[in-house]
T-cell receptor, first 112, second 112 residues
Framework: SQQGEEDPQALSIQEGENATMNCSYK?????LQWYRQNSGRGLVHLIL?????REKHSGRLRVTLDTSKKSSSLLITASRAADTASYFC????????????FGSGTRLQVQP | DVKVTQSSRYLVKRTGEKVFLECVQD?????MFWYRQDPGLGLRLIYF???????EKGDIPEGYSVSREKKERFSLILESASTNQTSMYLC???????????FGDGTRLSIL
């Protein structure tokens, strides 16, 4: 699989439930970022977690990073219909490549 | 507020045409990026630029070229459009290469 692969590819939940998305990557990283994309729009940055951090919060978002497993998770608590979107992780490999590598994303559908 | 503007939301061109996609950012960012997004494949980096007149190939540069004559503007050029270049094209910018990227709303390009 490619650097920054999200799992699952699609997720459907009811409003009020929690949504968890996972991201796995292959090389060591400087940081990992999560983005959101509403249908037909560009991506919007949500949160950045550095390689020396294990957990980060922003509102209803909680991101964890496990560098030993090369994985990250994004938890959205108390989901709302407005959270319906695609979510992408992106990694900064810090190996001289001056660009992020994005995964293929998780499509989240929150049913009202 | 931060803004990345792509010149067209929708564009229809014919095979063999030379196509220009324009992107402008108003944040004085050093780095600018062009991606294409296809279902199931996520975002794939075509080219990026880390300074005026500087460019670097991404993962899928074949059939594309870029131009950055001014800091705020980054152009993607399809030298001779082909049907397999039908896609959503996203432009982004960032201050540092590993920092959060700001995206435009994309250009949906159809090559007939």
């Amino acid at each position: 699989s490619q650097q920054g692969e999200e799992d699952p590819q699609a997720l459907s939940i009811q409003e009020g439930e929690n949504a968890t998305m996972n991201c796995s990557y292959k090389t060591s990283i400087n940081n990992l970022q999560w983005y959101r994309q509403n249908s037909g729009r560009g991506l919007v940055h949500l949160i950045l977690i550095r390689s020396n951090e294990r957990e980060k919060h922003s509102g209803r978002l909680r991101v964890t990073l496990d560098t030993s497993k090369k994985s990250s998770s994004l938890l959205i608590t108390a989901s709302r219909a407005a959270d319906t979107a695609s979510y992408f992780c992106a990694t900064d490999a810090g190996t001289g490549r001056r660009a992020l590598t994005f995964g293929s994303g998780t499509r989240l559908q929150v049913q009202p | 507020d931060v803004k990345v503007t792509q010149s067209s939301r929708y564009l229809v061109k014919r095979t063999g045409e030379k196509v220009f996609l324009e992107c402008v950012q108003d944040m004085d960012h050093e780095n600018m990026f062009w991606y294409r997004q296809d279902p199931g494949l996520g975002l794939r980096l075509i080219y990026f630029s880390y300074d005026v007149k500087m460019k670097e190939k991404g993962d899928i540069p074949e059939g594309y070229s870029v131009s950055r004559e001014k800091k705020e503007r980054f152009s993607l050029i399809l030298e001779s459009a082909s049907t397999n270049q039908t896609s959503m094209y996203l432009c982004a910018s960032s201050f540092h290469s590993n920092q959060p990227q700001h995206f435009g709303d994309g250009t949906r390009l159809s090559i007939l």
